[in-house]
């Protein structure tokens, strides 16, 4: 009989002090998100600050502290235009909802009956009965309380923005006095450069496409009649950066509010058909184009980080769901000992296959060193 291999008992440790580790780092990362969602987010607007600050200053004659100084202005009232066109959309949404609230009933009542006949049901529900089943003041006082926190949460993630962007001054500083040799430095600003570069990859990729499937679909929506047009232009362009179900709802909810608003059924049909359509081109012919070697990402994983950020940081999370699996890949890449770990978070399997990666000079033969003779004169 043949004897059966043994694992080193070394290895079963070490493997079994990882899942501990990782089990201890997700419960800690779920139990303090109430602090870590906030910082998380202040440190990719300073990536995103710190981007369009190099952009600035390379396209424009301001030196590095005005070019920072301007990329700090533009981020900042982005993020607050974000925020009021958030609030008036939804004030506007709602008002005009109250407005056809009157022809709101009848028109639910149906389409009910429409889709009962479709699916062969003689005795169609009304309006008012699946209202009556739903606990109206329990979702008002959930909206209210969401909307505290992104108030609360924008609070606090500016806080921290502020922060963070006073200690980077003294972030060299502490690079050199972390790793003191010049190698060990190399290494670690190398690692640094590709986690930036693939955070900042990722970001203009999305927000290019995105500005592309929000102008058709503006256009689409216009042309239909669409009401508040605007405010779903703005919803559509921040949802696609949640991955897989950022499509769905770019997709689906217009050509939903749009069986409200309209007396027939074609517009619906058509924002159907052609936001399909617009996400599908971008999505399968553009995007993949765009996309280099700091988003060659498995979908599989795309699809569980969206599942365990989006479980451990809410709405938060999946938003930083694929930037955070772009920085683990890029760390991981870098190791020997873990490199294996980016290969499978890859799509192919190859992760930075593109890369050319400096070769050191050739070593000097050991022997007799030939010295070169003086020219005669």
């Not at 009157?102 to 169609?124: F, H, Y």
Request: glycine share 10%; aromatic share 10%.
């Amino acid at each position: 009989m043949k004897p059966a291999h043994a694992v080193p008992a070394s290895a079963v440790s070490r493997n079994a002090l990882v899942l501990l580790a990782a089990v201890a780092a997700g419960a800690g990362l779920y139990w303090l998100r109430d602090i870590l969602t906030p910082l998380a987010l202040a440190i990719f607007l300073m990536i995103m600050i710190d981007g369009v600050k190099r952009v600035i200053e390379e396209r424009t004659p301001l030196n590095a502290r005005w070019a920072g100084i301007a990329a700090l202005v533009v981020v900042i009232l982005g993020f607050f235009a974000s925020i009021a066109i958030i609030v008036n959309g939804a004030a506007g949404f709602f008002s005009d909802a109250t407005g056809v609230s009157s022809g709101i009933g009848p028109r639910l009542d149906q389409i009910l009956t429409d889709g009962s006949r479709l699916l062969g049901v003689r005795t169609a529900p009304t309006a008012n009965d699946l209202i009556a089943g739903l606990d109206i003041r329990s979702y008002v006082t959930m909206l209210a309380l969401q909307v505290q926190g992104i108030a609360s949460g924008a609070f606090f993630v500016l806080v921290y923005l502020g922060f963070l962007l006073a200690s980077q001054a003294g972030f060299r500083t502490k690079l050199v006095s972390m790793f003191p040799g010049p190698e060990a430095r190399s290494e670690a600003v190398a690692v640094f450069q590709r986690v930036r570069s693939g955070v900042e990859g990722y970001l203009w990729v999305q927000t290019v496409t995105g500005v592309m499937i929000c102008a058709a679909a503006w256009l689409l929506m216009r042309a239909v009649g669409l009401h508040n047009a605007e405010f779903w232009t703005f919803v559509i362009f921040i949802v696609g950066f949640i991955p897989v179900l950022g499509g769905a709802i770019a997709g689906l909810a217009p050509p939903v509010f749009a069986l409200v608003q309209f007396p027939a059924y074609w517009p619906a049909l058509v924002l159907l058909v052609g936001l399909q359509a617009i996400l599908f081109v971008v999505g399968n012919m553009i995007q993949p184009r765009m996309q280099g070697d700091n988003q060659n990402i498995d979908p599989v994983v795309v699809l569980l980080s969206l599942a365990l950020w989006g479980h451990l940081w809410g709405v938060v999370g999946m938003f930083l769901s694929t930037p955070l699996a772009v920085m683990a890949m890029a760390i991981l890449a870098e190791f020997k000992g873990s490199r294996w770990m980016a290969v499978l978070l890859s799509g192919d399997g190859q992760p930075y296959a593109n890369e050319t990666r400096p070769t050191p000079p050739p070593r000097p033969t050991p022997g007799r060193v030939k010295r070169s003779r003086p020219p005669r004169s």
